[in-house]
């Protein structure tokens, strides 16, 4: 592994917490880092990162753990290294470790195993992603150049910051220059084509996605801003009824799309993972971790399914941008890579979870009137899950009240508090000082005898 020059003109936006590595508006990511560290094979990692720094020679000097996040196959963590030398100089390094990774061969990748456990953990030094090859160029700013370069756009000036980044899956990277201000989505390299082709679709139905600029083969897209502010940014401002009206209809324009394929695989399909490792994060609740999950999974496998429609796959307020003097209406919706086929409670369940994480992230920042509102939207959002069921049988169109006339949905409830209270126990395992609280929350999405 070679340890790449510093970038020092790059920079990461960390002060707003969807730009955040693993956050994607997601508030959680926030608040892991201030939360206790849960049970996971990367605990011991000052191990791994004497290993890495060994291998190139160098030891480290200090280290801090910034971000913290669940993958397919366990976890990521990202380190920012101080290395020393041996010769009186230290170099700053950013490291990723990811445990269970794959056993496909992976340039750069540095790879050890606990003898003890037999767990293996994977190494690889930001910005050489291995899953994302196209990464390391994009947050250069000469080589960005080039990049930008090969769709049309040429600034006479250039600052790059990184916007958003989850390691192995994606990363959104800030171009602003005097001409022009442009988002480049890295993705893995067969993805870009196709998100490219979402985009001019979902625009075409006239949903407020981000104008594509073009794509490359090597894994990127460009994509123009959206008008408005993150909806999450003025909370406070966003009438509870007539802002869930709004999100209503958007998730009905949205089902009216035609996909192809399925969307991201619904959190209620990674139970069983969640489960095993609650069970040592929260060691004094272990019975009512397995009760919780027992309660979800049969009301997943009792409720009515829905045939699949259009999903956005990761709908919640940092996806959805608003205009900021009339926030009921919806100007953008971002990260449209995760949509497709789905079940239309996963939506809806994802964006009930994030609120209740939200009013856990003000509590936190001492922000009562944002913690207040967000449980309310929370509150309202879970009310019309009943509503569903009863609705008439034909869309009308979008509209004040739009959420009164969405298709009937008999199952669609009990599937929305499942996926719910998965997405809860999910944030558990980033959120170790609030897992009682969330966890009580789960419970009391799944109490069959309150329901």
Same mark, same amino acid.
């Given at each position: 592994?070679?340890?790449?020059? /510093? ?34 094979? #990367? ?22 753990? %910034? ?7 366990? %976890?990521? /963590?990202?380190?920012?290294?101080? #290395?020393?030398?041996?010769? $009186? ?9 990811? !445990?269970?990774?794959t056993d496909r061969p992976r340039d750069g990748v540095l790879s050890f195993r606990d003898d003890e456990s037999g767990e293996r953990i994977a190494a690889w030094l930001y910005p050489n992603d291995p899953e994302l090859p196209a990464l390391a160029a994009a947050v250069y700013p000469e080589a960005a150049r080039l990049l930008l370069g090969r769709l049309g756009l040429n600034p006479t000036a250039?600052?790059?910051?990184? +916007?958003?980044?989850?390691? $192995? ?50 894994? %990127?897209? @460009? ?7 993150? @909806?999450?940014? *003025? ?23 035609? !996909?192809?394929?399925?969307?991201? +695989? ?11 490792? #609650?069970?040592?994060?929260? =060691?004094?609740?272990? +019975?009512?971790?397995?009760? *919780? ?7 997943? *496998? ?30 953008? *919706? ?31 920042? $001492? ?9 309310? #939207? ?10 569903? @069921? /009863? ?6 169109? @979008?509209?004040?009240? %739009?959420?009164?006339?969405? =298709? ?9 508090? +499942? ?15 609030? $897992? ?16």
């Open positions: 592994m070679t340890i790449p020059a /510093a970038m020092t003109s790059t920079t990461t936006d960390r002060s707003d917490p969807r730009r955040r590595s693993g956050s994607d508006g997601d508030p959680a990511a926030t608040l892991a880092a201030a939360a206790a560290d849960p049970v996971h094979p #990367l605990q011991d990692a000052p191990d791994v990162l004497d290993a890495v720094a060994e291998s190139v020679g160098m030891t480290v000097a200090s280290s801090r753990r %910034f971000s913290i996040e669940t993958t397919a196959r366990g %976890f990521a /963590a990202g380190y920012e290294l101080e #290395l020393d030398a041996g010769d $009186g100089s230290r170099e700053n390094h950013t490291v990723y470790l990811e !445990s269970n990774p250039l600052t790059v910051t990184i +916007a958003a980044y989850r390691p $192995g899956k994606r990363a959104v990277v800030r171009y602003v220059s005097p001409e022009f201000t442009v988002y480049l989505k890295v993705v893995r390299p067969g993805a870009a084509e196709s998100l490219h082709a979402r985009h001019e679709l979902w625009r075409g139905a006239g949903v407020p996605a981000p104008r594509s600029l073009g794509w490359s083969r090597d894994g %990127f897209i @460009a994509l123009d801003s959206v008008s408005g502010v993150e @909806a999450g940014t *003025v909370l406070t401002a966003l009438a509870p009824s007539a802002f869930l009206d709004a999100v209503d209809a958007l998730t009905v324009q949205i089902s009216a799309i035609e !996909s192809s394929g399925p969307a991201r +695989a619904s959190l209620a399909s990674r139970l069983p993972w969640y489960l095993e490792r #609650l069970r040592p994060l929260l =060691p004094g609740d272990g +019975a009512d971790v397995t009760a *919780v999950g027992d309660a979800i999974e049969r009301m997943r *496998v009792g409720a009515p399914p829905a045939p699949p429609v259009t999903i956005h796959g990761d709908l919640h307020l940092g996806q959805i941008f608003v205009d900021p003097a009339d926030p009921t209406h919806i100007t953008g *919706v971002l990260d449209i890579d995760t949509a497709g086929l789905g079940d239309p409670a996963d939506d809806a369940a994802a964006l009930y979870a994030h609120l209740v994480v939200t009013a856990l992230h003000h509590d936190d920042h $001492g922000e009562p009137r944002n913690a207040a509102h967000a449980r309310a #939207l929370a509150g309202l959002a879970r009310a019309r899950w009943i509503a569903r @069921a /009863a609705a008439p049988a034909a869309p009308a169109p @979008a509209g004040p009240g %739009f959420a009164d006339h969405a =298709p009937a949905d008999p199952g669609f409830a009990d599937r929305a508090r +499942a996926i719910a209270a998965t997405h809860l126990l999910g944030h558990i395992l980033g959120l170790g000082a609030h $897992g009682p609280t969330l966890l009580r929350a789960a419970a009391d999405l799944v109490d069959e005898t309150r329901q």
